[in-house]
């Protein structure tokens, strides 16, 4: 078997932070690393739950919501995918802050919080989301688009 190109990259080496994965075409998969690779620091069912509810829902309704194909956990527990189209790298980022923030500010019910909505409403939880969001804003808030390849190397 071909080896896919998620494995090829040396995950001793990643730390919180925005990756460009790949790029398909017009399609952009941007890996927004919330946690440490392999560190046993990983985020419970709950909380990648919950930030999928809130970001998915409030990426699609900002600026760049018709871009967006994707936003969803990675299953090994370490952060999140987005797949956008026609990316500017640039906006994307800021984006990505914005909704951070938006995440952060917010008061309300989750969304998607109901049995007709989801498959497992009760395992979601806004205040385990905002601790994940704010954690992960101090690490990419400012991101610049030249820190988007992985970093190959360096010791944390």
């Known amino acids: 078997m071909r080896r896919i190109a998620s494995f090829s990259v040396d995950h001793d080496y990643i730390v919180p932070g925005i990756y460009l ?3 398909d075409g017009d399609v952009a998969t941007y890996d927004l690393r919330t946690r440490v690779p392999n560190t046993g620091d990983l985020m419970d069912n709950a909380t990648m ?3 999928e509810h809130m970001f998915a829902t409030m990426i699609r309704n900002g600026e ?5 194909i994707y936003f969803g956990p990675m299953g090994c527990q370490t952060g999140f995918y987005l797949l956008m189209r026609d990316a500017d790298h640039e906006k994307v980022l800021r984006e990505i802050e914005r909704v951070l923030e938006a995440i952060i500010a917010y008061d309300g019910e989750i ?5 007709k909505e989801c498959g497992n409403y009760i395992n979601l939880d806004l205040e385990l989301a905002k601790a994940e969001c704010r954690r992960y804003l101090k690490a990419v808030k400012g991101y610049p688009v030249s820190g988007l390849a992985y970093p190959k190397g360096e010791e944390r």
Not at 64 to 68: H, I, P, S, Y
């Open 111 to 115: 969304f998607g919080k109901s049995r």
């Open 21 to 23: 994965s790949r790029v």
């Open 64 to 68: 760049l919501g018709e871009n967006v």
């Open 49 to 51: 739950h919950s930030v």
